[in-house]
């Protein structure tokens, strides 16, 4: 008998939907917490933004000076992951680098927000700059040196999924949410379908977590509540060769192609910003963008020219908000938590969403916090200290 004809029906305290990151550390934290969860992802796990993004560990400078909330969220889960994660991140460091006499005055206001949100950095002159990334554009003035770095997009969550399910949680791929069950104003279960074999049958839940990323949106939809995100995609180019080894940014306010990610002998170069209605539209990368990423990526590392390219992507970000700003450039990259009970008299159904692939661990912890409340329990966040399994494990459970 399969394990999921033995539950009849089934039941689960929490039931999450979503298999990125985000969701894998919701149900990690779920479990260490034990609350028992199951989660419903409808493809593969991570093939929505998550396994697509641009692989930068974050130090929260790119944002210290637009957006202070997001770049303190940024230092201090960094400094998490890399006790929780190691095997996941190369602590590579990033640079900073001005190129013209604007960036290199920007230099200072720049020094100062990262000091304001408690992110390290050390100034090095243009000489310096060169013998540490010797491919870096020669006319380098200054640069600043932050603890980025970078992430494996695949291994960091499926390391927080092989936790989760070692430690007891159901994990379902291939199963999508398909409506969400209500009674008298509140949610009692998701009715899913079983993309295998075209079975549809309901899970029944106390609580159900919406961790849908860019479709966030569609899954509170299901149950008439509202989360408003804004999916803004951007166009990642992945060349050959290792051009730095560390995560090279532009000294500037954030723009087009301002970072190179060191991806084993990969160089990533992104990204670009604009607005769609549904995140599908995300999957053509737009005439044009290629060729931008090669051209303004080559003011930073010139030898980026030549090098040929290995792939190009896109992917869509759960940004939150309306279309405001330059191609979402101005829309913070903080997370927000919704309880749709007090935001749109939904009871029984969490949204999370916004944020990044460096803060997932910090959304999981705000989000199960509130569903503690909700379901009346006491239990203390634990991720900060438990280290994660590797993320073979999750391959070694039957
Ligand atoms: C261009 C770009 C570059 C980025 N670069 C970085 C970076 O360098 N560093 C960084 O820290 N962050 C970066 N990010 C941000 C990061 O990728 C996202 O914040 C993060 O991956 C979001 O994860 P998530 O789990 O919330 O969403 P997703 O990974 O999208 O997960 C949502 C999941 O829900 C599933 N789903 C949707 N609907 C249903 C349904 N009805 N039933 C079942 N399952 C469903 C989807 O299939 C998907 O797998 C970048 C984002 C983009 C777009």
Not at 105 to 130: H, Q, W, Y
Request: charged share 20%; with cysteine.
């Amino acid at each position: 008998m399969s394990a999921t004809a033995k539950r009849q029906p089934e039941r689960y305290p929490v039931i999450v939907v979503g298999g990125g990151g985000t969701g894998g550390a919701i149900l990690h934290d779920l479990t260490l917490r034990g609350i028992e969860a199951v989660l419903v992802e409808r493809g593969e796990l991570t093939s929505g933004t998550t396994g697509r993004h641009h692989g930068q560990l974050h130090s929260g400078a790119r944002y210290a000076f637009n957006d202070p909330e997001s770049a303190v969220e940024c230092v201090e889960e960094n400094e998490i992951l890399r006790r929780i994660a190691r095997p996941a991140l190369e602590l590579n460091d990033g640079l900073f680098v001005a190129l013209s006499e604007a960036e290199e005055a920007f230099s200072e206001p720049f020094l100062e927000r990262c000091r304001a949100c408690g992110i390290p950095t050390r100034l090095v002159d243009g000489k310096t700059a060169l013998a540490l990334e010797p491919k870096l554009n020669p006319r380098v003035r200054l640069a600043i040196q932050v603890p980025d770095g970078t992430i494996d997009a695949w291994r960091l969550p499926m390391m927080f999924f092989a936790t989760a399910r070692t430690n007891g949680a159901d994990v379902r791929t291939f199963t999508e949410a398909i409506g969400l069950e209500s009674a008298a104003g509140r949610v009692t279960g998701v009715q899913v379908l079983d993309r295998r074999t075209d079975r549809q049958y309901t899970i029944q839940g106390d609580l159900v977590v919406n961790a849908a990323g860019p479709w966030a949106g569609q899954v509170a939809g299901m149950a008439g509540a509202t989360v408003p995100i804004q999916p803004t995609p951007g166009v990642m180019v992945a060349v050959r060769g290792r051009l730095a080894n560390m995560v090279i940014n532009r000294l500037s306010p954030p723009g087009d192609a301002d970072i190179i990610v060191p991806q084993r002998n990969l160089s990533v170069v992104g990204t670009t910003s604009w607005f769609v209605d549904t995140p599908e539209e995300a999957l053509v990368c737009p005439e044009g963008h290629i060729e931008r990423m090669i051209e303004k990526g080559s003011e930073m590392i010139p030898a980026l020219t030549a090098a040929p390219v290995r792939a190009a992507w896109v992917a869509a970000r759960p940004l939150i908000g309306g279309k405001n700003g330059e191609g979402g450039r101005a829309m913070s990259r903080a997370f927000r938590c919704y309880d749709h009970q007090a935001e749109d008299g939904v009871d029984g159904l969490v949204s999370v969403a916004g944020g990044k692939a460096t803060t997932l661990r910090g959304m999981a912890e705000t989000v199960v916090d509130l569903v503690c409340t909700k379901l009346g329990l006491e239990a203390p966040c634990r991720t900060r200290e438990t280290v994660l399994l590797p993320h073979k494990a999750f391959f070694s459970k039957g």
